[in-house]
């Protein structure tokens, strides 16, 4: 799996967007960015995965640039329960053998403030 | 919304006792996993189980532990002889086909 480099945290203001930088300058081709997020010691949460596209859900958006080497997931409205670590990971999608433990970085934590 | 589920959520133990925790993945889930964390370090993956086998192992995955799917709801994952260093949270994970994995809320082992 390609590496992965976060900020080791940020802060974010309640109500406002929160972009959280993720760079990955050896992914290959067939790699996709998934996001997770760790609320205080609770199980990782899955947020959004994407290849090349930018991808939204209810959650989150995804951008990746042009050339897949960095992404950003946003926040669009972060609330005092998104203080998280967010996790960028870099892998193949997921193969039917299921030999896809995912590898897990520091990744940042966001703090959002009042 | 179904979920992962785990039992206990806190399980403490004697060092060189075995320990048995316990996963309920999503019903119609095919993979499952375990990772730990020990408390201020990185969620770490220990195995991925398919099809009643292991599907991957990390060096951590050693002979003192295994897993087994004993009936068609849960999964386990068996410490045969506790250590310090094994105090940890466990999280068990599953997935369906061709979609990303759940993570249950975790087991918190401490071993005195």
């Known amino acids: 799996d390609a590496k992965t480099t976060q900020p080791t945290s940020m802060d974010c203001a309640e109500g406002r967007a929160a972009n959280l930088p993720c760079n990955h300058s050896t992914i290959s081709g067939n790699e996709y960015v998934y996001w997770y997020r760790q609320i205080h010691s609770q199980g990782p949460q899955y947020i959004i995965h994407?290849?090349?596209n930018n991808e939204t859900n209810e959650m989150a958006s995804l951008i990746i640039t042009e050339d897949r080497k960095s992404s950003t997931l946003i926040l669009p409205h972060a609330t005092l329960r998104d203080t998280a670590v967010y996790y960028c990971?870099?892998?193949?999608?997921?193969?039917?053998?299921?030999?896809?433990?995912?590898?897990f970085g520091k990744g940042t934590h966001l703090i959002i403030q009042p | 919304e179904p979920e992962v589920t785990q039992t206990p959520s806190h399980q403490v133990t004697q060092m060189g006792q075995e320990v048995i925790l316990r996963c309920v993945p999503i019903s119609n889930h095919l993979y499952f996993y375990w990772y730990r964390q020990i408390l201020g370090q990185k969620v770490e993956f220990l195995v991925s189980?398919?099809?009643?086998?292991?599907?991957?192992k990390s060096e951590i995955f050693d002979d003192q532990f295994s897993v087994e799917r004993p009936d068609g709801s849960n999964f386990t994952l068996k410490i045969r002889s506790t250590k310090l260093e094994d105090s940890a949270m466990y999280f068990c994970a599953s997935r369906k086909e061709s979609d990303t994995q759940y993570f249950g809320p975790g087991t918190r082992l401490t071993v005195l």
């Open positions: 189980f398919y099809n009643n086998e292991i599907s991957e």
């Open positions: 994407g290849l090349k």
């Open positions: 990971i870099v892998r193949v999608a997921h193969s039917g053998g299921g030999a896809d433990g995912l590898t």
